[in-house]
């Protein structure tokens, strides 16, 4: 009985052994942009700062572990928008979101809680699209409480 059992351990450890492992790639995201990591900065606080998964920072940059990262390392900040809990926040390095020159403003909306760029296109009268064109929002899925909305005419 104990032959047997250790002859099955070495046939499976040959067997694990001489099969190619694959490891599924992580998903990629599009990027918002670059940010360099400065002194003191960690994972956590830089998706704080930019509203994301730090998860996907990680998986996104290949960084192995996320509570070690070197200053001066350029991270690419992925398009994956997470709802973190309260901690220190690093300070956003992309150049916030401005409005386009050419787009005139009929009004303004603040964004309340639990609201969406379709809700608020629909009071409006106003494409979901043209609104996020208007206010230079990349992810249409995504608007944060607060922010305050360029309506363009109807």
């Known amino acids: ?13 040959l067997l694990l052994l001489s099969s190619g492992i694959s490891y599924a790639r992580p998903q990629e995201w599009t990027s918002l942009c670059n940010h360099v990591v400065q002194p003191g900065e960690t994972i956590w606080c830089i998706a704080r700062g930019y509203g994301v998964s730090p998860w996907a920072i990680s998986a996104q940059n290949g ?25 220190p926040t690093c300070a956003r390095q992309c150049p916030d979101n401005e409005p386009p020159s050419d787009c005139t403003c009929a009004s303004y909306h603040t964004v309340l809680p639990r609201s969406n760029l379709y809700r608020i296109s629909l009071l409006y009268g106003v494409s979901m699209w043209e609104i996020a064109d208007c ?8 608007i944060e ?4 909305l360029c309506i363009p005419p109807a």
């Open 63 to 87: 960084v192995v572990n996320p509570n070690w990262i070197e200053p001066g390392t350029v991270l690419s900040i992925p398009d994956a928008p997470a709802t973190l809990p309260a901690g």
């Open 1 to 13: 009985m104990r032959r047997m059992v250790v002859a099955m351990m070495v046939g499976i450890s």
């Open 145 to 148: 409480a607060g922010t305050e």
């Open 135 to 142: 206010n230079g929002i990349l992810n249409l899925n995504f």
